[in-house]
């Protein structure tokens, strides 16, 4: 199935279409490849900088991978209103992490999950609902900038996982040569299959680089003696484990749910971007339903995951990157991402063996997938906006600021605690600076000028007109 250059990418399988079984394993299998690491880190850092214990520690990476894989199976086929029929892997969002790590400190674990619990679906389960009438408030020049600040913000985890992530820090190996050659393997084989192949190898490149990059950290090790791959969790895991409802408890602190509510705003607006960047493949927006339907997902999943003790999960924007790099659209491939997630939340010790992979072999793979996920947000804002001075201003101002606090986020400590949380995150910032210019300053993409100017034309047409009919006759 291709699509006209002009409305999108050339996909490989369209929305609907169904690869044959072993390719979309091994297709599903990269989604999960490129978003394991970073979705588990969110419990390990949250859990290390709270100061769990290693088996609490264990059960909460292990309910990420499962809460993940049933949300992207609900995101693929969905259940009701909720999901959205689109390929979305869901995930944990660094979005939430210090939030969690300071009601953690602060409160304990009980009040954090309890207030994910209360704001996960009223938040974004509200907006999802209502999503229809504030639809206009989001046109494709301003969900196109949210798409672009989530892979530009995230560039900057790429590089740090390229250069060995923080166990090369506290080694203090950061950057170090064997770190960044092994980012640079992955990144040059997954260009070049991608570039100058075709068939399966272009589509899997993504993988094959990262088991590529896996294979030659193993050498090092056996060679030098590097230390890259660290099989000692894998011994100390259960083959199997179950979930347990209400593990850490639930308390509720009002403080703590209105952070969790500002932050999972953030999360509705890189899940409108998400999904922009999704269907741009095709050379359009997300419908009504499919937006209401991923809020719904969201929220739902969030909440029921914090009952058993796990962070919220969200779309996962490297994946955004996946789809547009392979042109591979099907939901159903995502669909088998999200059994092999669940699969391996059930089972700790395969999750275990998974996140042995070294930092520097994702991050060759993440560098290329955010880099992709801002692409993508460019080429929404290009194919329907026009990029006159007013449209041009508001990507100044937006991109601006979300960069600007993305890496000096110091610039707002005189703030208070709550204005830092809600201004210090890129997305949000660069998300209400587009979304309120877009709204005041005149032109065609603003919800409440343009539908003025629209009714001014119809006027006019209708005097200059004689012939014209009168709106009140049949």
């Not at 088998?336 to 998974?354: D, F, N, R, Y």
């Not at 606090?405 to 998300?431: D, H, K, M, R, Y």
Request: a negative charge; proline letters at 5%.
């Amino acid at each position: 199935m291709t699509n006209d250059p002009g409305d999108g990418i050339e996909l490989e399988y369209g929305l609907d279409e169904k690869p044959p079984m072993a390719k979309s394993i091994l297709l599903g299998l990269q989604h999960v490849a490129v978003m394991i690491v970073p979705a588990t880190a969110v419990a390990y850092i949250v859990a290390g900088n709270v100061g769990l214990d290693g088996a609490d520690t264990a059960y909460i990476v292990q309910m990420v991978l499962l809460f993940s894989g049933l949300a992207t199976i609900i995101q693929a086929y969905t259940i009701g209103p909720i999901g959205a029929k689109l390929p979305i892997v869901m995930g944990s969002s660094f979005t939430f992490v210090g939030a969690a790590t300071t009601i953690g400190i602060e409160f304990g674990m009980a009040t954090v999950f309890g207030a994910i619990l209360v704001t996960g679906f009223v938040v974004e389960g509200l907006i999802g609902w209502q999503f229809k009438r504030i639809k206009p408030f989001f046109p494709p020049l301003v969900t196109g900038l949210v798409v672009v600040i989530i892979g530009l913000y995230l560039i900057p985890t790429g590089m740090d996982y390229a250069a060995g992530g923080s166990a090369a820090q506290e080694a203090g190996e950061f950057g170090a040569v064997h770190h960044i050659g092994l980012a640079a393997l992955v990144l040059a084989i997954a260009v070049g299959l991608n570039m100058l192949t075709r068939g399966v190898t272009r589509l899997l490149s993504i993988l094959a680089s990262i088991a590529i990059g896996y294979a030659a950290a193993l050498a090092l090790d056996l060679v030098y003696g590097f230390g890259l791959v660290d099989f000692s969790s894998v011994g100390s895991a259960d083959a199997i484990a179950f979930p347990s409802p209400t593990h850490f408890g639930f308390e509720f602190e009002p403080i703590a749910i209105l952070v969790f509510a500002f932050l999972f705003l953030v999360s509705a607006m890189e899940t409108v971007g998400d999904m922009s960047g999704v269907t741009a493949a095709e050379g359009r927006n997300p419908d009504d339903r499919e937006f209401r339907g991923a809020l719904f997902n969201d929220g739902s999943l969030s909440s029921l995951g914090s009952i058993f003790g796990t962070f919220p999960v969200t779309s996962f924007s490297q994946n955004v990157g996946i789809v547009t790099f392979t042109g591979v659209m099907s939901r159903h491939v995502v669909g088998i991402s999200g059994v092999i997630l669940a699969i391996l939340g059930l089972s700790p010790v395969t999750g275990a063996l998974v996140t042995t992979i070294p930092s520097a072999v994702f991050g060759g793979a993440v560098l290329l997938m955010v880099g992709m996920v801002a692409a993508s947000g460019f080429r929404l804002i290009v194919l329907h906006t026009e990029l006159n001075r007013r449209n041009m201003v508001i990507v100044a101002v937006s991109l601006g600021l979300g960069l600007g606090i993305a890496t000096t986020p110091e610039a707002i400590s005189g703030l208070p605690n709550a204005a830092q949380t809600f201004f210090g995150e890129p997305v949000i910032l660069t998300a209400l600076s587009a979304l309120i210019l877009n709204t005041i300053v005149p032109g065609e993409q603003s919800p409440l000028f343009d539908a003025a100017a629209l009714e001014d034309e119809d006027e006019d047409s209708d005097s200059s007109n004689p012939t014209a009919p009168n709106p009140g006759d049949d």
